[in-house]
């Protein structure tokens, strides 16, 4: 995967996750101009990975709310090399099974808890975008950013609703 931006060497990936079959706007919007978007899971409709698909390549994977004919084809794990980072998308990072940093995996996307969190262990970012679909209790509605420059891979994670 190549960057549109001939003048960097950066890879823009939107991070998204359990949207629940809501589409915000504030979610496109914040997802424009992205390289490529991955969505951690919980999709419940078509129609939400084809309005992602506009804006850029998608990678998603099957959460424990997608279910019927639409969500049959998705992997409940996703494996994607972006520059020279290897990034592993689970749903619920219970499932994750293995040691990521034994098979070389850089970055591990994962959804589910509907809690934004960005943490480091043994040299692997585990990224959670937290949850851009329906509010759930107080926690924030928000989506991630990771960038990706070589073997290096940063992330972040905004609210999408102020």
């Given at each position: 995967m190549?960057?549109r ?6 890879t823009?990936?939107g991070?998204?996750s359990?949207?629940?079959n ?8 914040y997802?424009?101009?992205c ?7 919980d ?10 698909t506009r804006i850029?390549?998608v990678?998603?994977?099957r ?17 994607l ?11 619920d ?11 070389g995996v ?7 808890s509907h809690?934004?969190?960005i943490?480091?262990?043994?040299g ?5 975008p937290g949850?851009a679909g329906?509010?759930r209790?107080k926690?924030p ?7 990706v ?7 972040s994670f905004?609210s999408l609703?102020?």
């Open positions: 190549t960057s931006n001939a003048r960097s060497s950066l823009r990936i991070l998204i359990d949207t629940h809501l589409v915000r706007p504030e979610a496109l919007q997802l424009a101009g390289d490529a978007i991955i969505h951690a899971g999709i419940c409709h078509q129609a939400v990975l084809d309005a992602l850029a390549p990678t998603a994977v959460g424990n709310n997608d279910t019927g004919e639409w969500a049959a084809s998705l992997p409940t794990h996703a494996t090399t972006v520059q020279q980072v290897t990034i592993r998308v689970v749903h990072i219970a499932d994750l099974g293995a040691d990521p940093r034994s098979e850089g970055v591990v996307v994962s959804g589910h809690k934004p969190s943490s480091e262990r043994d692997v970012l585990f990224v959670n949850s329906p509010r209790f926690l509605v928000c989506a991630g950013m990771l960038i420059d070589g073997a290096r891979a940063s992330a905004d609703l102020t």
